[in-house]
């Protein structure tokens, strides 16, 4: 039996891509284990799939000055180490890669034990991490037609992202029951990414009572940041994060408010569900996420609402995001049907013939 090595973490964009090739690389017949952070949401997410996890050390290379930076090489030094004695114990035939800082230790490793390596770029142009990690890339992967121009003459492949199948397969009745809902009134699913996003979160807050008169909410605001005032609402759910249960939350929800994340919008499209999409602002990241959605805004598939138009001079436009929530549901049909015309990838066959393809 061939062996291969999954890696990837910080965020679970990083992580539900390669959860999503699981099934398919068992029917391959791949003995799959996966090396992340000690503790980040990797862990948790692939030890419930009962894959076999290594924890290594990882630091987050960042593209501003800090005195962290200094302390973070040492760590990124430590789990090199750490990863490649890993890989002499498992001896995998190929090491498939979805980025965040956790991989670029596991890569380079692999690269010095000449392990081949196939690393999966989601957004626009590659991050830091992968932008690091490629020059020991056997090839890679990406979404969009735009992004071959940023990455190695020979090693680009267009896959689109692997989209875990069971988001196709949930339940409008059993996402109602889990939240409550009734079916008198349309639901808005909220998603803020696992980490949550603080300004979308507040919008959400500031505009509550009005959502409630005319949907039900759904809202999944992050780790840590659930708040007990708003629990009793009729009408309103709230959760940290959700795993299993997301499939029916998504079958139940009529549109979708969302951060503009790789693998985020491309499930969005392939369960064609109508999209306002809030990027993460350019003063907060490299500005992939404006790229994303001005992507998807362009073939039609979306809504976009920058941030910067969100929050001005730190006074939150609640207005403005209920106008283009009202404005989304109104014309749910059009996004559908244009949705419904694209040309999805079938992203999982074409990067298992690929890990066929380059392994040992």
Request: glycine content about 8%; overall charge positive.
């Amino acid at each position: 039996m061939k062996k291969i090595v999954l890696t990837g973490g910080g965020t679970a964009g990083h992580v539900t891509p390669n959860i999503a090739l699981m099934p398919s690389l068992v029917e391959a017949g791949y003995e799959i284990e996966y090396i992340g952070s000690y503790n980040g949401i990797e862990k948790q997410l692939i030890e419930a799939e009962n894959v076999k996890y290594h924890g290594i050390s990882s630091g987050k290379l960042r593209r501003y000055l800090s005195t962290k930076n200094i302390s973070d090489i040492f760590r990124v030094l430590k789990g090199i180490v750490q990863a490649n004695r890993q890989l002499r114990k498992i001896k995998p035939d190929i090491v498939f890669s979805k980025g965040g800082f956790v991989s670029v230790p596991v890569v380079l490793a692999a690269g010095h034990r000449h392990i081949p390596v196939i690393i999966h770029e989601s957004d626009m142009t590659p991050g830091l991490a992968n932008r690091i990690a490629m020059k020991k890339a056997t090839a890679i992967c990406c979404n969009f037609p735009e992004t071959v121009k940023y990455l190695p003459a020979g090693k680009a492949h267009l896959t689109g992202s692997p989209i875990r199948q069971e988001l196709l397969k949930g339940s409008k009745e059993a996402g109602r029951k889990l939240c409550g809902f009734n079916e008198d009134k349309p639901i808005v699913l909220v998603v803020g990414g696992s980490t949550g996003a603080k300004h979308v979160n507040e919008a959400i807050y500031d505009i509550l009572p009005e959502l409630l008169e005319k949907y039900q909410v759904c809202h999944l605001c992050g780790k840590g940041k659930k708040e007990s005032k708003y629990e009793t609402l009729p009408g309103y759910r709230q959760f940290e994060y959700i795993s299993e249960e997301m499939k029916d939350l998504f079958a139940m929800a009529d549109i979708v408010v969302s951060r503009a994340g790789a693998n985020a919008i491309c499930e969005l499209l392939a369960l064609k569900k109508p999209n306002l999409l809030i990027p993460l602002s350019a003063k907060a990241s490299r500005g992939d996420q404006i790229l994303n959605a001005k992507s998807f805004k362009e073939h039609g598939y979306s809504l976009v609402l920058d941030e910067d138009d969100l929050i001005k001079e730190d006074k939150i436009q609640g207005a403005l995001l209920l106008e283009q929530i009202n404005k989304l549901y109104e014309n749910r049909d059009e996004f559908i049907k244009t949705m419904g015309e694209s040309k999805q990838a079938d992203s999982i066959s074409t990067i298992i013939e690929l890990i066929k393809k380059y392994s040992k």
